[in-house]
């Protein structure tokens, strides 16, 4: 089982920055990936972007070259830098982590952004 919990989230105006986090806790060697994804209302659940153990980094398109995604492993715990956001950038924000051993995926509880003037 993992837990994770997530933080960060706000309302910022566009061309803000916001930092979020996920906190992972429990069998956390048997993920080897996390990430983000996010949903708008009445849209799909989309990427934003993901992470390996191995510091492999994958972006969604929408996102790439204002979000950062990190982790720290010792905290573990997983970053999303947000740079230059946007109105469209306004969804809630879905921290997952992925497990083998079984494999699952764990979901976190979301967070809101709201980019707004």
């Known amino acids: 089982q993992v837990q994770l919990v997530e933080s960060g989230g706000g309302l910022v105006q566009p061309g803000g920055s916001l930092r979020l986090s996920c906190a992972a806790s429990?069998?956390?060697?048997?993920?080897?990936?996390q990430g983000w994804y996010r949903q708008a209302p009445g849209k799909q659940r989309e990427l934003v972007a993901s992470?390996?153990?191995?510091?492999?980094?994958n972006y969604g398109d929408s996102v790439k070259g204002r979000f950062t995604i990190s982790r720290d492993d010792a905290q573990n715990t997983v970053y999303l830098e947000m740079n230059s956001l946007k109105p469209a950038d306004t969804a809630v924000y879905f921290c997952?982590?992925?497990?083998?051993?079984?494999?699952?995926?764990?979901w976190g509880q979301g967070t809101q952004v709201t980019v707004s003037s």
């Open positions: 997952y982590a992925a497990t083998f051993g079984p494999t699952h995926t764990y």
């Open positions: 992470i390996t153990t191995g510091a492999n980094t």
């Open positions: 429990g069998s956390t060697l048997s993920i080897y990936h």
